[in-house]
């Protein structure tokens, strides 16, 4: 079993930027594949970025060149680093996490999640 508590969320202006942290605990953390999605109002849910166990990483082409996904396994933390922020961005941010090697994409394939993080980014 992962419980994953997400932090960080806010409100910042247009061009700024956010980190959000997930803290995950439970056994071998070290092994899972750990990604960041989104879920804007209205809007299906949506794939942001994942790293899996050795740093391979995948981003969205939305946030390509603009987030940076990192984890600390000593720490069982998973970082978003958002840069260049845009209005478009708001949304719920969710940290999920699944027992895979690959870097997922695929939202169904993650077991575990966290409650979820509020960005706004105002224009």
């Known amino acids: 079993q992962v419980q994953l508590v997400e932090s960080g969320g806010g409100l910042v202006q247009a061009g700024g930027s956010l980190r959000l942290s997930c803290a995950a605990s439970?056994?071998?953390?070290?092994?899972?594949?750990m990604g960041w999605f989104r879920q804007a109002p209205g809007k299906e849910r949506e794939f942001v970025a994942a790293?899996?166990?050795?740093?391979?990483?995948g981003y969205a082409d939305s946030v390509k060149g603009r987030f940076a996904i990192s984890r600390d396994n000593a720490k069982n933390t998973v970082l978003l680093q958002m840069n260049s922020l845009k209005p478009e961005d708001t949304a719920v941010y969710y940290c999920?996490?699944?027992?895979?090697?690959?870097?997922?994409?695929?939202?169904?394939?993650?077991?575990?999640w966290g409650q979820g993080t509020q960005v706004t980014v105002s224009s």
């Open positions: 999920a996490a699944v027992n895979m090697i690959g870097v997922v994409i695929d939202s169904f394939r993650y077991d575990y």
């Open positions: 439970g056994r071998s953390f070290n092994w899972y594949t």
């Open positions: 790293i899996n166990w050795n740093g391979g990483t």
